[in-house]
């Protein structure tokens, strides 16, 4: 027994990709593009939306708890990957992997509640905006982010420390490339049907019902735009919505085939490929869906650049 829970405390192997060392080089070259792609992108967004005063709005506000929230769940999980596609190292050691589940876990579920957050930030912008300003006001703001990063701390101290108490009898050889809860649930060499029930209650409330809340919010939406007259109070509207909508689509889609679907309904390589979509694909384009889609930010991002051309 002593020996089962010293060995389950050692050193982690993330296998990943490494039955296929030509496709590691490939994802290698991708995945660092994409991490610079994603900090630069994400530090100019933040950085706009703090020096532009007219970006000094409650959907600009959300937009940067967004950008800040990707940059440190990419770092917490890019670095790792792209160490381990590197060399023949595969390894991480406990503490590295408990800090990984814990931070990748907690800003996972924070941006699910961000989302819905920036979906109802939609919803009263084009639906009530007569009464944006007064709802939409900074200290409500305020604290409908931090119930944002609080949900999503509270949901990895339970989820996290549950997976993490499982005995594992010296399994620590994991089928991914990050520690994330459903691979390590399956090093557990108890019955594990509790835990996946508690998984799945979990995801029906940071996955299913952030989706079912958007949805709601983009159907009330959608009958507000049909009913506007004016091309170009549609655009606009459109143009506010469409972005966020677009993102929701990418991080939703892939996230709840990991966390809602058996996992004997896909293999490794795809949940794999699908775990690298939500993590390090999606938050690359983030700024891009909202810098290229919005006239806003575009027009800040022009403005800045004259500020310092005339310095």
């Avoid at 496709?23 to 994400?42: K, P, Q």
């Avoid at 100019?44 to 506000?61: E, G, Q």
């Avoid at 019902?209 to 049909?226: E, K, N």
Wanted: charge should be positive; aromatic fraction near 10%; hydrophobic fraction near 45%.
């Amino acid at each position: 027994m002593e020996q089962n829970n010293e060995t389950s405390w050692g050193d982690f192997i993330l296998l990943g990709f490494s039955d296929q060392p030509r496709l590691e080089v490939i994802l290698f070259i991708v995945v660092l593009t994409s991490y610079l792609l994603t900090l630069v992108g994400n530090t100019a967004i933040i950085l706009v939306s703090y020096l532009d005063s007219k970006l000094h709005t409650p959907m600009y506000f959300f937009l940067t708890n967004l950008s800040f929230l990707d940059l440190c769940f990419t770092t917490s999980i890019v670095p790792q990957l792209l160490w381990n596609l590197k060399g023949p190292a595969k390894t991480i050691t406990s503490t590295g992997c408990v800090i990984q589940l814990y931070v990748s876990l907690s800003l996972g579920s924070t941006e699910c509640v961000l989302l819905t957050i920036m979906a109802f930030d939609s919803y009263v912008a084009v639906c009530r905006p007569l009464s944006y300003t007064t709802i939409m006001h900074p200290s409500f703001c305020k604290a409908l982010a931090g119930i944002a990063w609080l949900s999503g701390v509270g949901n990895t101290l339970i989820q996290g420390t549950i997976t993490l108490r499982l005995p594992r009898c010296g399994h620590r050889h994991l089928h991914h490339f990050l520690c994330e809860v459903p691979a390590m649930i399956k090093l557990a060499c108890v019955d594990i049907h509790a835990n996946e029930v508690q998984l799945f209650v979990g995801t029906l409330v940071l996955l299913l019902l952030p989706m079912v809340l958007i949805s709601i919010s983009y159907g009330f939406i959608a009958q507000a735009v049909i009913r506007i007259k004016s091309s170009q109070a549609w655009r606009k509207a459109l143009g506010t919505c469409g972005s966020h909508l677009l993102v929701v689509s990418l991080f939703f889609g892939t996230s709840s085939v990991i966390y809602i679907q058996p996992n004997k309904s896909y293999g490794h390589n795809q949940g794999m490929f699908l775990t690298l979509f939500y993590t390090v694909v999606t938050p690359t384009l983030n700024p891009l869906i909202y810098t290229l889609r919005n006239k806003d930010v575009k027009g800040a991002l022009r403005r800045l650049l004259r500020r310092e051309q005339k310095f």
